[in-house]
């Protein structure tokens, strides 16, 4: 994307007419205002926005498709991660799950509340609106996002560190805050150039006159604070992180649910001992809720060198009080109860959810596919492309 001024090479005489006109006349601020009224004028009639008529349905599909997209998602993002802060901080037991969901909850609370709604205005309005949204746009977008993903592959190492190493709690709800504090950090300080890097603020050098600023409205990058080619490598180093940290929590989600099946496997051919079974008989009803609390004891008094998959089958069985053989029913039930399953199934769901919806972003940047030129310069708002850039961009 280039500077407000490179895009409006088209109109360089239009530009140097208007300059002329104001040769022999001092340059005061409401001749100042003037100009940038009148180059507004002369931008907005470039390739480089279209005029659509959002009442023109055949024109404005995907300015549409957009805004109802992001409106229910809006409403609901908000009211659901309300709902899961109350839970979460109220109801549950502060695990390191619980800590990192609560986490992701807020930075999710706080996209809905900012980057969506300010995304909503900028499709339908054509433009950011001012100086202010643009920033604190960009600034959403390069950290509250990256700091999303960064919770998705911490809950994705805890999953994997939790089933995987059974007999070690290798992280620690201290070290989960400790995570999110650093991971919150470096997001920070990678934010705040790019964030500094956009503007809808363009600087006019005119002879005869002082520099001063013409807002056009239209948040892209500008060179008043860095380079608009050091902006776009910062963009696409957020990219290429976000491309490996996905591949990342693809390898950790596939050996967790490669442990798991192992152990389903183990569940399917599990015959109890003789001791067990008198166990079975001899013990009352235990409710499912009580099953995690058993297992845990039953990882904590096995020592380290032991089979955790052959303790896990074991107390399981002690659940089946009514029957003195697990029947393949039983088992399929079991499964279901497997500790720590739902939870990842749960996790993994959410994350490949995120994965999927910043992927084609993800990609039109790295290949800049707006970039290209044909008969127009980049993408225009009711375009495919720009839907995909645009709207799943927030």
């Not at 007419?17 to 009148?38: I, P, R, Y």
């Not at 502060?94 to 999710?108: E, N, Q, R």
């Not at 059974?166 to 709800?173: A, E, M």
């Amino acid at each position: 994307m280039e500077t407000t001024m490179e895009s409006m090479a088209v109109t360089a005489k239009e530009y140097r007419q208007l300059e002329w006109t104001t040769a022999n006349v001092s340059c005061d601020d409401s001749l100042k205002k003037q100009m940038c009224d009148e180059l507004q004028i002369i931008y907005e009639t470039t390739n480089r926005i279209e005029r659509i008529s959002l009442l023109d349905f055949s024109s404005s599909g995907w300015i549409w498709a957009g805004a109802l997209l992001y409106g229910p998602l809006c409403i609901f993002g908000i009211l659901g991660n309300l709902l899961t802060l109350i839970l979460f901080c109220k109801y549950m037991q502060k695990t390191t799950t619980s800590i990192y969901i609560i986490a992701l909850a807020i930075v999710d609370l706080i996209i809905c509340m900012t980057a969506m709604p300010i995304a909503i205005f900028t499709l339908v309005g054509g433009n950011s609106g001012s100086n202010h949204l643009c920033k604190l746009e960009r600034f959403m977008v390069y950290f509250a996002i990256p700091l999303s993903c960064g919770i998705l592959f911490l809950i994705a190492l805890d999953r994997f560190l939790l089933i995987i190493c059974l007999n070690r709690k290798l992280i620690t709800p201290f070290r989960a805050k400790a995570s999110i504090l650093f991971l919150l950090v470096i997001c920070l300080v990678a934010a705040i150039p790019q964030t500094l890097g956009f503007s809808t603020r363009t600087k006019m050098d005119v002879s005869r006159c002082h520099a001063f600023f013409c807002d056009f409205r239209i948040c892209q990058p500008d060179d008043i604070y860095l380079p608009n080619k050091v902006v776009k490598n910062l963009q696409k180093s957020v990219i290429f992180a976000f491309l490996i940290i996905a591949c990342l929590i693809t390898i950790f989600y596939s050996m967790i649910f490669t442990k798991v099946y192992k152990m389903h496997k183990k569940m399917i051919n599990y015959k109890p001992s003789t001791k067990k079974l008198k166990a079975i008989n001899s013990t009352d009803t235990t409710s499912s809720s009580d099953l995690d609390q058993t297992i845990s004891i039953g990882a904590a008094a096995s020592p380290k060198d032991s089979n955790f998959d052959e303790v896990l089958t074991e107390e399981i069985a002690l659940t089946n009080s009514d029957s003195t053989r697990p029947t393949s029913q039983r088992m399929k039930e079991n499964k279901k109860n497997l500790p720590h399953l739902k939870t990842a199934v749960t996790l993994f769901l959410v994350t490949a959810s995120f994965i999927l919806a910043y992927s084609p972003m993800s990609i039109m940047i790295v290949f800049d596919i707006c970039e290209r030129r044909k008969s127009y310069d980049g993408c225009l708002r009711n375009d495919y492309r720009k839907f995909f850039m645009a709207v799943l961009l927030p």
